[in-house]
């Protein structure tokens, strides 16, 4: 089975803090993501990756950054922690692009 | 702007009906499409996918694809409590093959 883990379930932390956000897959996935999401708004795409080394901005990458040093892991950075950053983040992986995404477990991320 | 839309629900069932949900696009060439079922709290799971008109068949779950009325829709047979989630339907786009997403449906099975 395709395993994609989020290095924490739950965090807090507070405005104007640097937070990191790991993910690791172990299925040799060509394609990772990152989306938020919150009540009514759905899904949406912060960054994804096709490649080591390699990202491109998705629908609202503002306020992000992220990191694709090895194949297997993709890591977000809010460079400076906001409240309206507060949301459920979930990193996905795919074999290309289009492909069915496989999701990890998410991070519930508070910033106060 | 590439649109996947479902109603927001919720739908509310009586257990061991048929379920029905239902998602259209505005991507006509769209090719790959995904139904991902989606606990509260939890993250989204793939349940079905659909490349070819029709219906395909998994177990309770009947996934059927009109791509002439760009329609995509989830049927649920036997309906069942554990089946109460948030359905989300993703399409693959046909310019640049990424995942657009529905905003889902909240299901309730009522017991």
């Known amino acids: 089975d395709v395993k994609v883990t989020q290095s924490s379930r739950y965090l807090v932390k507070r405005t104007g803090e640097k937070v990191f956000l790991e993910c690791v897959q172990d299925?040799?996935?060509?394609?990772m993501f990152w989306y938020r999401q919150d009540p009514g708004l759905g899904l949406r795409l912060i960054y994804f990756?096709?490649?080591?080394?390699m990202k491109e901005k998705g629908d609202i990458p503002e306020g992000y950054s992220v990191s694709r040093e090895k194949k297997e892991r993709f890591s977000l950075i809010l460079e400076s922690a906001s409240t309206n950053q507060t949301s459920m983040y979930l990193c996905?992986?795919?074999w290309g692009q289009g492909f069915e995404a496989f999701f990890g477990q998410g991070t519930r991320l508070t910033v106060v | 702007q590439k649109e996947v839309e479902q109603n927001s629900g919720p739908l509310s069932v009586p257990e061991g009906a048929i379920a029905s949900l239902n998602c259209t696009y505005s991507d006509r060439g769209s090719q790959s499409f995904f139904w991902y079922r989606q606990y509260s709290g939890k993250s989204p799971e793939l349940i079905m996918s659909i490349y070819s008109n029709g219906d395909k068949e998994d177990g309770r779950f009947t996934a059927q694809l009109n791509k002439a009325s760009q329609y995509v829709s989830l049927l649920i047979r036997d309906s069942q409590p554990s089946d109460s989630a948030t359905y989300l339907c993703a399409v693959r786009g046909a310019s640049n093959y990424q995942l657009i997403w529905g905003a889902g449906t909240k299901l309730i099975i009522k017991p």
């Open positions: 299925m040799d996935h060509e394609n």
């Open positions: 996905a992986s795919s």
């Open positions: 990756s096709y490649d080591v080394k």
